[in-house]
Nanobody, 124 residues
């Protein structure tokens, strides 16, 4: 499975940005999908996850109410909509696929496939 993110860039605080992730293969609908981010000098942290069918999503407290996730199981894509961006949202953002739906969705180590990441920079 290959995951390719796109949509990163440099924005001002308060702006919005949408990240997209396209997956290869036919098993996309069987994966829970997650978004993580990693800022310089920090560990990779959980941002949000969406269930296989797309009916449930969960977010880190730091982005709750500002970020949303959607997926399209026909076109093998998952998107992260980021609103009201803050300087502290600056990081490399990664999408990830989890094959075991019973795994801990907040743990990066429980995800099986990762994209290469896309940079998001938010200026104050």
């Amino acid at each position: 499975v290959q995951l390719v993110e796109s949509g990163g860039g440099s924005v001002q605080a308060g702006d919005s940005l949408t990240l997209s992730c396209v997956a290869s293969g036919r098993a996309f609908r069987t994966y829970s999908m997650g978004w993580f981010r990693q800022a310089p000098g920090k560990e990779r942290e959980f941002v949000g996850t969406i269930s296989r069918s797309g009916d449930r999503s969960t977010f880190a407290d730091s982005v709750k109410g500002r970020f949303s996730i959607s997926r399209d199981n026909v076109n093998n894509t998952v998107s992260l909509q980021m609103n009201s961006l803050k300087a502290e949202d600056t990081a490399v953002y990664y999408c990830a696929a989890q094959t075991d739906p019973d795994s801990y969705w907040w743990l990066a180590s429980s995800y099986d496939y990762w994209g290469q990441g896309t940079q998001v920079t938010v200026s104050p």
